[in-house]
């Protein structure tokens, strides 16, 4: 079956452009644009969706609307765009086009992963109880646990690859269940269906963190989820030249609230990085395909090794929640973590690279390599890194697209490298 765009995505047009889009003639081309994607795969939606060429210029590529204001014809006439912060054609076209990828009616992106997750977190209140993966990227937890407690918002981090664990969670007050999977950087797998169905019984959201994986190879929405959020600077961009965020969903009253949201408290994403990410999407069919290629044959060869304790990798037979990956994802993604079983080791395995880049961050065309109990992982508490895994040995690699055997030769050096 093609990845397309279900139903909805043709009032992505008529709904989350209403208001905002110039001319009736322009809204009317692209219903029609959107028509026809309707009927095509992932990679056309990717190329196509919100990319109308340009209606003043003809331009293919979205121009970039570097500007804060746009001029009024008279009091109260406008094209559909009055202030830079509540909304830029570039930026628009962004939007439009990840909610396509998603399966979404409604996309908002804003200025970084944590700023769409800080936003999202806005349609809960103080007294309200929200359960969480525990083990979710470092900075989302400082955010919930370090920050948004001081506001009155409850939150229980739960292991959610167990749904007994989310359902003897639930409270009265439970509004939202987070999850992240596969979780960063012990890659535990979530049963998306399996947790919507228990929080829907409950009333509460169900929020994906779908970082990992892109709209390529997991799609939340289409297991229930009601809102994915994504670090854009990720995959979808994949060029680690900018930092953005979004967040896509299907309620009207939700999207309302995350757009007015992204009004007030004005964390959006800039014209030219808006541009970025688009850039970035329209490949990302391609990327991703060599991603999961590379990163199982990464996976195969440190499985092997001797000098690697463990690997952590949902498309190794040996992983637990093997069988559940391969249902609810298209792939496995490159994103691999391995424990050499010591600091030391790790550190020589790191500082021994020579093609791979010792860098924070992941999803890019190269191959990062890093340290996440020093690094994306240091605000979280040393007991609850032990507990989850997150040792002194752990090493993570983000499998970049350059040449498989090239990346596997600089990881073997390195790893030969090791007890020297
Ligand atoms: C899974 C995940 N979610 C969210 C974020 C935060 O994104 P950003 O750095 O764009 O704010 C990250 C960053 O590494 C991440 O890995």
Not at 57 to 78: M, W
Not at 165 to 176: P, Y
Not at 312 to 329: E, I, M, N, V
Not at 336 to 342: T, Y
Request: negative net charge.
């Amino acid at each position: 079956m093609p990845w397309c765009c279900p139903e909805p995505h043709l009032e992505l047009t008529l709904k989350s452009c209403a208001g905002y889009y110039p001319i009736l003639a322009f809204k009317s081309r692209a219903l029609g644009f959107l028509n026809i994607l309707y009927f095509m795969g992932f990679a056309t939606t990717a190329i196509h969706a919100g990319q109308e060429p340009d209606s003043t210029s003809g331009a293919v590529s979205i121009p970039i609307y570097q500007t804060s204001t746009y001029a009024q014809d008279g009091l109260g006439k406008h094209k559909g765009f009055e202030y830079a912060r509540t909304s830029n054609p570039t930026r628009l076209a962004l939007e439009r086009n990840l909610a396509a990828l998603e399966g979404a009616q409604f996309g908002y992106a804003f200025a970084s992963g944590m700023a769409a997750i800080d936003a999202t977190l806005r349609l809960v209140r103080a007294g309200d109880h929200v359960i969480v993966s525990d083990n979710t990227y470092g900075g989302t937890n400082r955010l919930f646990k370090r920050v948004l407690a001081n506001y009155g918002i409850e939150f229980e981090f739960v292991d959610t690859s167990d749904v007994t664990n989310v359902e003897s969670a639930i409270k009265d007050n439970t509004r939202m269940v987070f999850v992240e999977t596969p979780t960063n950087p012990v890659m535990i797998v979530t049963d998306l269906k399996a947790v919507s169905d228990v929080a829907h019984a409950s009333g509460a959201r169900v929020v994906c963190d779908n970082t990992f994986m892109s709209p390529y190879l997991q799609r939340p929405l289409e297991f229930g989820v009601d809102i994915v959020v994504h670090s854009t600077t990720k995959f979808l961009n994949g060029h680690s030249d900018g930092i953005g965020g979004a967040v896509v969903l299907n309620n009207e009253d939700d999207a309302n609230w995350i757009a007015f949201i992204q009004n007030s408290a004005g964390a959006i994403l800039s014209p030219f990085d808006s541009w970025l990410v688009m850039r970035g999407t329209k490949t990302l069919a391609l990327r991703m395909e060599q991603h999961d290629k590379s990163g199982r044959a990464v996976a195969a060869f440190l499985e092997d090794h001797p000098k690697v304790l463990k690997i952590y990798y949902p498309g190794s037979k040996s992983h637990k929640q093997h069988d559940l990956a391969k249902r609810q994802q298209k792939g496995f993604g490159s994103m691999v973590s391995f424990d050499v079983g010591s600091l030391e080791a790790a550190r020589t395995v790191l500082e021994s690279v020579k093609l791979c880049t010792l860098a924070e961050s992941l999803g890019g065309v190269e191959t990062l390599v890093c340290h996440p109990a020093t690094m994306t992982h240091a605000s979280v508490a040393p007991e609850v890194r032990e507990r989850l895994g997150i040792t002194d040995g752990l090493v993570r690699i983000s499998v970049g697209i350059e040449d498989t055997d090239d990346i596997i030769a600089d990881i073997d050096q390195a790893l030969s490298k090791v007890g020297k």
